[in-house]
């Protein structure tokens, strides 16, 4: 049991908010409601788990399966703004995380001249939601960074995953116009609104959401659930080899069923939607790289067409919340890899040196994926990879340890 939020969440924070007689002021800050009915953050949790050994430590193994449930998470709730306030904080959020971890080694040679030592190390992970504020059965969490009004959400579901993404399905481009389908009750193709609300309907070129509802009409009642940011697996290997006096160390890091959403890329395309603006945080790409739609009958192109201007801010081809930009962030990673020596003392001692070992590391060497993108491993928590980030530099490093 743990206290959840701050004093300012029960009693509300208090800001300079302008002058009265000329003089500073002091009011409260209208975004949170204060909240004094806050409750501590109880985790209840238990662990089995099994540890042996065989061949005389040959190999050895820890097994381990966990249950933890979470209760009164702090979650943020938004409420009507006649109340003055914009949203307030609340306890009635829970969760469980479940999963089973293990540890192996193993020690195939052991002898004065050589020894190599494996170890692998993993667990298979859950998570659950299990209570939601008001008893709803779901909501959606919208998202605080939403790109030209295109909202990234994500879906709280009672016995779902916390992390579950809402997206259009994306089922690929319209070869031409008589492959736009047509409402046979108004004679209207399938078609949009733009922001005055006026229709705008699909053409070849367009991309092709599929139409959940059936209505003939893309809006966000089409949306589904869709893949979310949370791995199934993570886990290690590493391995060590000693031959007299020389040493070759290497570690890999492995993450498996996690989605990413490519902002970067969505990013970059959405750029042609208005190519005469300015573009502050992305830049005009190759058409020629990727694979766009070329002009009527081509039923295979992987990304609609960039060039319809006029049309592309109510289509909005390139949006980010949608299956085409969702991909497979599994990968295993070589992070580091280390090759070092041992100066035998009878050469070292003369000198009043009592250790010195010369290594060579390579750290970040290589990224095994199917990803598209930079790097599936500098994505944020919710899996969403952007072009403003630093990438994860690769470093060669020769160094030489001494002790006197």
Do not use: C
């Not at 939403?146 to 481009?173: E, F, P, T």
């Not at 090759?339 to 035998?344: I, T």
């Amino acid at each position: 049991m743990v206290p959840s939020g701050t004093i300012f969440d029960a009693y509300g924070r208090y800001v300079t908010s302008g002058q009265y007689n000329n003089n500073p002021s002091t009011g409260l800050n209208w975004e949170y409601l204060p909240n004094v009915d806050l409750l501590p953050r109880i985790t209840t949790g238990m662990s089995y788990g099994l540890e042996a050994g065989f061949l005389n430590g040959k190999f050895s193994t820890i097994l381990e399966s966990y249950y933890n449930q979470i209760d009164n998470e702090i979650f943020n709730i938004e409420i009507a703004d006649h109340n003055g306030f914009q949203k307030y904080k609340t306890n009635y959020f829970s969760q469980v995380n479940y999963g089973y971890e293990f540890t192996f080694t193993y020690r195939p040679i052991n002898t004065e001249k050589v020894r190599w030592n494996i170890s692998a190390n993993g667990g298979f992970n859950n998570n659950i939601l299990t209570r939601l504020p008001n008893d709803t059965r779901q909501l959606i969490d919208e998202d605080p960074n939403a790109v030209d009004g295109i909202n990234q959400n994500i879906l709280k579901r009672l016995g779902r995953n916390a992390n579950s993404n809402v997206l259009y399905h994306y089922r690929g481009v319209f070869p031409d116009d008589a492959s736009v389908p047509v409402d046979p009750s108004t004679g209207f193709p399938y078609y949009t609104l733009d922001a005055s609300g006026n229709k705008v309907f699909f053409k070849g070129g367009d991309p092709y959401w599929t139409d959940l509802d059936g209505n003939y009409i893309l809006d966000e009642r089409d949306m589904v659930v869709a893949g979310n940011s949370f791995p199934k697996f993570t886990g290690g290997f590493q391995s060590m080899v000693t031959y007299a006096a020389f040493t070759l160390s290497f570690n890999v890091s492995i993450t498996a069923g996690r989605d990413i959403l490519n902002n970067s890329l969505a990013q970059r395309l959405a750029s042609y939607n208005n190519p005469l603006a300015s573009q502050n945080d992305a830049a005009l790409v190759p058409v020629g790289d990727y694979d766009f739609w070329q002009g009527p009958g081509d039923a295979d192109a992987t990304y609609p067409n960039p060039y319809d201007f006029t049309r592309s801010e109510a289509i909005k081809p390139f949006r980010f919340n949608q299956t085409l930009f969702q991909e497979d962030g599994s990968y295993v990673k070589l992070n580091t890899v280390t090759l070092g020596y041992n100066v035998p003392k009878e050469k070292t001692l003369r000198y009043g040196i009592n250790y010195s070992r010369i290594y060579f590391t390579a750290n970040n060497v290589y990224t095994f994926s199917q990803y598209s993108g930079p790097n599936p491993e500098n994505v944020t928590d919710l899996g969403r990879d952007r072009s403003d980030g630093y990438p994860i530099r690769r470093s060669f490093t020769l160094g030489l340890n001494v002790q006197f």
